[in-house]
């Protein structure tokens, strides 16, 4: 016989929500993350300080993670650096959320009907098409050479590049359940269709959106990167780790490896903990791994 | 029964070709308004800072500016399909030669990276998946989120410090060849097929070794997604019922293991197409590394130095290779499965 | 003249093991069953009682978490459950127990032609060429009754109607001439009128190669009048077992009694105090032969002449 017990009630719940993978990247990101957002506090010295003198220099006291060839100290930039590369994530993720989910929810529910608004679904689908046959890359580089150099621009474009993605996701999800019982129940009763849509379909269709999240902050972390390593994203003397690296990159093959190595690192570590969180959510939400 | 298929598979390239026709005119919109976003008069934005003025007006003219949009679009169209791609100022030359030099360079370093992952992945999911076996499961679970957090730029440079600078095997990143070598004659502008149609086997052999360090790279951070896709699809297909009522019956292991991966191809074909495309893209950074003189290097330079004309090109043929890749994955999925719709 | 005893299900057990969170969960329990050459025993029971769960485990093909607590399924004079994976895949499933499913649409391989896949089940036990073994395929397919069996063999499995796939998924269980076969709700997930086809089809498939079958329904009719034996099975236990005409027409154990009763009468019936009323005088008759012959009972078992044996303990 089972106790129902407080105790007995809050283990299942840990049990039921968390796993090994949301306790990795918990463990990682948490102090990460923090980090940076103390970096003024912790940070030894200001990101952008050139210590004229002193190129290139290895590992020492003074600086722990040695200068890069303008003279900055790494270990400050490599603490600071994060805070750009996470808003830029965070926000273009964002911005293809709050877009991409109701796109996807009006293309999934009118898609193939009659009317108005199913024409103007066809329209928008062709469209999501044409977006998505672009290469990610070249597409973000295009734009940001059209739009100019800013990092408001870099969230644009990585946000303008998810939209097609959610959108795609919730269309997927949307078109199986708007053509479930409960749905056809509620429209022959005369429900408004927005009621519907937000009220019936949008909790079930989400998840995978949900799951898409980490991976799209990860992703744009990993693309933001790129950009500014090409010369297409943040700009000097922005702390930005795909900036270090491409400041580093020249120097790597005469062998002064650190100011290359540790953004590297720590960019990767950085989208590993985020993926970790992602397959922890969506190992979290699929009601089949509940014991 | 065979032709019956081909038939079957014929009438649907047919049908999807029909469709690529308005998603290209799409991408050529698309691409056709990128320029024209710039501030400034598009016929000096696409000759850059020097040009002269003789030289804008003729332009202008080209480009129909001054009259209506549609017919500026007209224009470009026709000359899309004369094969002109505007020109270059900072190579000087039509972009249209350029890139016919660039594509191949970036196609040859994708295409086996693309091969090997392939290869890699249906190793890895013979080995794994099919047995079962937890741990080796886990390891391959860890490397897909492990390498998957490298951006392959970075690991490029890794990859040159440790085995060019410190050991020495790979030869040095500045370009598909050793200095001493002259490019093969051109014929699919494949380095390694060219030269072996030369019978130049040490050419052959130095193309190669310049391959290796970028193709590694690329290798080792992008097979990273697939390998989950595959490994994640095919423990999903092995509790499908209808693989569990078969085995019940007495159906075979061989039988019932290619049940199973025929049944897990799709997710993984659509993740391996995709990842093609992406490579496409972002092989721009691995190509900066290691002077690949490919459309990678080519786009960043042209952004770099505000060359508009190969950037409009550049995109435009990203986008085409991405539907012809496509349209191959669909025509793959379509013979596979008959369930799909057209 | 007794017959050869085919399967011995002796003392079978499946639980969900103990876990942090719950304790270990019986699903079935003490299963006893017995199958004799040409015999045909009919399982019976409602949703949940575990007839799923022991079909899986009589062919050792449980679904996590269950696991086989204890017992024995014995097949001629081998424990099918200590055997290793390829004596089993080879010797024993398809080639001596075969096995149907309800919901047949969904058994199959859904990008797979339904005719490759029974062909594919032969040439796992049979070395023969394959268009040796896609005629005997259709030759099948002819004595199930599919019509068009040239044409339907090419059919995948998203094109065929339940009764169609029900045919097939027959055809792949009995390809290979088992001598048992276990039929885990033959008629499930089909129309009436299907099922009534499909009945037919078991019955003339019974009479004519005389194999031995254990029917898993909830269909009391469809027992009746394909067994010859039964077996009452209630929330992992059986309850009551014996000869079909017997225990249709003598149940003693209560859920028996409701089973048979509540199948045959029409709803208002059943809801009408003189229905309640004969059934309770049912139970009473049950409790009073609890106590009566409480000191005769064998393992919670009491047993009646031919066979009739019935659950008296809690």
């Known amino acids: ?99 991409g989910v109701p796109l996807g929810l009006f293309v999934g529910y009118f898609e193939s009907r009659k009317g108005i608004n199913g024409k103007i679904s066809l329209v928008l689908i062709r469209i999501l098409d044409v977006i998505q046959a672009f290469p990610v890359f070249i597409l973000g580089l295009a734009i940001v050479a059209v739009t100019g150099q800013k990092v408001i621009n870099v969230i644009y474009v990585l946000g303008f590049i998810w939209i097609p993605v959610f959108a795609r996701l919730v269309r997927v999800e949307t078109l199986r359940t708007r053509d479930k019982l409960f749905v056809l129940q509620e429209r022959a009763i005369g429900q408004k269709n927005s009621v519907i849509i937000f009220k019936h379909i949008l909790p079930n269709a989400i998840s995978p959106a949900i799951t898409q999240i980490s991976t799209s902050i990860a992703a744009s972390i990993l693309l933001t990167a790129g950009l500014s390593f090409v010369g297409a994203g943040v700009r000097m003397p922005h702390p930005e780790l795909g900036l270090m690296i491409s400041i580093g990159s020249g120097n790597m093959i005469t062998g002064q490896w650190w100011p290359t190595v540790f953004p590297g690192i720590i960019l990767a570590i950085l989208v590993f903990g985020l993926s970790m969180i992602g397959e922890g959510i969506t190992i979290s939400i699929d009601p089949r791994n509940w014991k | 029964m065979i032709t019956f298929k081909i038939l079957r598979i014929l009438k649907f390239i047919g049908r999807r070709l029909l469709y690529l026709l308005p998603q290209l005119m799409g991408v050529t919109i698309v691409v056709f308004l990128l320029v024209r976003l710039i501030p400034g008069n598009p016929a000096y934005v696409l000759l850059g800072q020097g040009a002269s003025d003789e030289a804008v007006a003729v332009m202008s003219e080209r480009l129909g500016l001054g009259k209506s949009i549609i017919v500026q679009y007209e224009y470009y169209i026709r000359g899309l399909l004369q094969g002109n791609l505007g020109d270059s100022w900072f190579t000087s030359n039509p972009v249209l030669i350029d890139i016919t030099q660039k594509l191949p360079a970036t196609l040859e370093l994708i295409t086996y990276s693309i091969i090997i992952i392939i290869a890699l992945s249906l190793f890895i999911a013979k080995v794994t998946a099919i047995r079962g076996n937890k741990i080796v499961n886990n390891i391959l679970r860890g490397y897909g989120f492990l390498a998957g957090a490298f951006p392959d730029f970075w690991l490029s440079l890794i990859i040159i410090f440790l085995l060019f600078t410190l050991a020495g095997i790979i030869p040095a990143p500045i370009g598909r060849l050793d200095i001493s070598f002259i490019s093969p004659q051109r014929v699919t502008g494949f380095y390694t097929i060219d030269s072996l149609l030369e019978l130049d086997f040490k050419k052959f052999a130095n193309a190669w070794s310049h391959l290796f360090a970028p193709v590694l790279a690329l290798v080792i951070v992008n097979s990273a997604p697939i390998l989950k896709m595959a490994q994640a699809t095919i423990i999903r297909t092995q509790k499908e019922e209808y693989i569990k009522f078969a085995k019940d019956n007495g159906l075979s292991d061989k039988f019932s293991e290619r049940m199973i991966y025929r049944n897990s191809l799709p997710p993984v074909l659509t993740m391996i197409g995709y990842i093609y495309i992406f490579m496409l893209g972002s092989s721009v950074l691995v190509e900066n590394i290691f002077s690949w003189g490919g459309m990678g290097q080519y786009a960043v330079q042209a952004i770099t130095h505000s060359d508009y004309a190969p950037m409009q090109a550049i995109v435009l043929i990203s986008a085409i290779i991405s539907y012809i890749v496509y349209l191959v994955l669909d025509i793959v999925y379509y013979s596979i499965d008959p369930r799909v719709e057209i | 003249m007794t017959k050869e005893r085919i399967l011995g299900i002796h003392n079978l057990s499946v639980v969900v093991p103990e876990e942090q969170g719950h304790p270990e969960i019986s699903i079935l329990n003490g299963i006893n069953l017995y199958l004799k050459k040409d015999e045909h025993v009919g399982i019976i029971g409602g949703s949940g009682s575990g007839k799923s769960v022991l079909m899986n485990a009589i062919i050792k093909s449980l679904q996590e978490p269950l696991v086989i607590k204890s017992g024995e399924v014995v097949l001629g004079s081998e424990n099918i459950l200590t055997m290793k994976h390829d004596q089993l895949n080879n010797k024993v499933l398809g080639k001596r127990i075969a096995s149907i499913c309800p919901n047949p649409n969904w058994r199959l391989d859904p990008i797979e032609p339904v005719g490759e896949q029974v062909k594919n089940i032969y040439l796992s036990h049979f070395k023969v060429k394959e268009a040796e073994a896609r005629t005997r395929v259709l030759e099948l397919f002819n004595m199930v009754g599919i019509p068009d069996a040239t044409t339907r063999y090419n059919a995948f499995s998203h094109e065929l109607s339940g009764g169609m796939a029900q045919r097939v998924l027959i055809t792949m269980a009995l390809i290979c001439e088992p001598e048992v076969l276990l039929a885990d709700e033959p008629t499930g997930g089909l129309d009436v009128t299907i099922q009534m086809q499909v009945f037919d089809l078991i019955l003339r498939l019974i009479r004519e190669k005389q194999r031995s079958i254990i029917i898993a329904s909830r269909d009391i009719g469809l027992i009746y009048h394909l067994c010859n034996h039964i077996y009452v099975l209630k929330e992992g236990r059986i309850v009551e077992a014996g000869n079909i005409k017997d225990v249709i027409q003598n149940p003693i154990h209560p859920y028996t009694c409701k089973l048979i009763k509540l199948s045959e009468s029409n709803y208002k019936i059943r809801r009408s105090q003189e229905y309640m009323d004969l059934l309770q005088t049912t139970d009473n008759k049950y409790y009073k032969l609890c106590e009566e012959n409480a000191a005769h009972c064998k393992d919670g078992y009491l047993m009646f002449e031919n066979e009739h044996i019935v659950r008296v303990c809690k």
Do not use: C, Q, W
Not at chain 1, 27 to 36: A, E, F, K
Not at chain 1, 53 to 75: A, C, R
């Open chain 1, 1 to 99: 016989m089972m106790k129902a017990t407080n105790k007995g009630k809050r283990n299942f719940f840990i049990k039921k929500y968390i796993n090994v993978y949301l306790i990795i990247g918990f463990v990682i990101l948490v102090p990460l993350i923090l980090v940076t957002f103390f970096a003024d506090k912790i940070a030894p010295y200001d990101p952008t300080t050139v210590f004229s003198g002193e190129y290139l220099m290895g590992l020492s006291n003074k600086h722990i993670m040695g200068t890069d060839s303008l003279g900055m100290d790494i270990f400050s930039r490599v603490m600071y650096a994060p805070r750009i590369d996470l808003i830029i994530g965070i926000l273009a993720t964002s911005l293809g959320t709050i877009i």
